[in-house]
């Protein structure tokens, strides 16, 4: 088969403790899944989840112990951190059922949701989509994977981000207002989900902008450690 040009290469994340790598279909985001970020945000109680997307390649994989170079994103004066458990799904399927949604995960990650706030925010005003807020290059920086037999207790893990040394965002996974299994059977309902996806699982409370130059640092326990420089 021939192209009109080259196709761009396949997206792909490490696998910790593997030498092959996980290739990545697509992002699905969960928004305002955490009870005091949806407070903090202006809404209040379990209402039904509702998702948005990023691009494949808006990918910004970091190697196991390195420290990922994060570009700060034109058109924007309040880029904010979201630190978030990412879920990569290894095996696909349709209507997924809670009870069996764990058999569909590959395995876990951390991830950020990195979000030009301002412009998400006129977008909510004006009543339109929030791709230009959300789906930038770079906006999605994820750690190496951890197969889900080497994770731990996910479903109970701190998820905590430090800015500068500084904490920002300190929780639980077990805070999510739809868990791991609700999400993936709200989820599949929508779409079919394919081997590759990623699901960003949402964020806890206390979000806030960064600026060039600083260094942000977040983990869910079991899982390592993602670490950035804005530049």
Not at 131 to 139: L, R, T, V, Y
Not at 183 to 200: C, F, K, R
Request: aromatic share 8%; charged share 20%.
């Amino acid at each position: 088969m021939s192209y009109a040009f080259p196709p761009a290469p396949i997206t792909s994340i490490p696998v910790a403790g593997r030498t092959e790598r996980f290739p990545v279909h697509r992002i699905y985001c969960v928004g305002r899944n955490y009870e005091e970020h949806a407070k903090e945000m202006g809404f209040t109680g379990r209402e039904p989840p509702f998702f948005f997307m990023k691009p494949a390649d808006a990918v910004l994989a970091v190697e196991t112990g390195q420290t990922g170079t994060l570009p700060y994103p034109s058109l924007t004066a309040n880029l904010h951190h979201e630190i978030e458990l990412v879920v990569a799904i290894g095996k696909g399927g349709r209507d997924i059922k809670a009870a069996d949604a764990l058999q569909h995960i590959y395995g876990y990650a951390v991830g950020l949701d990195m979000t030009r706030r301002d412009l998400q925010n006129d977008m909510k005003k004006q009543g339109r989509p929030w791709c230009i807020g959300k789906g930038f290059d770079a906006s999605a920086p994820i750690g190496p994977i951890t197969p889900a037999a080497q994770a731990g207790d996910v479903a109970q893990a701190g998820i905590w981000l430090q800015v500068n040394g500084v904490d920002r965002q300190r929780s639980s996974v077990a805070q999510l207002i739809w868990n791991i299994a609700e999400t993936i059977e709200h989820l599949s309902a929508a779409w079919e989900l394919q081997p590759g996806d990623l699901v960003y699982t949402g964020t806890p409370e206390g979000v806030g902008a960064v600026v060039r130059g600083d260094v942000l640092e977040g983990g869910v326990n079991g899982l390592g450690t993602l670490r950035l420089q804005v530049a």
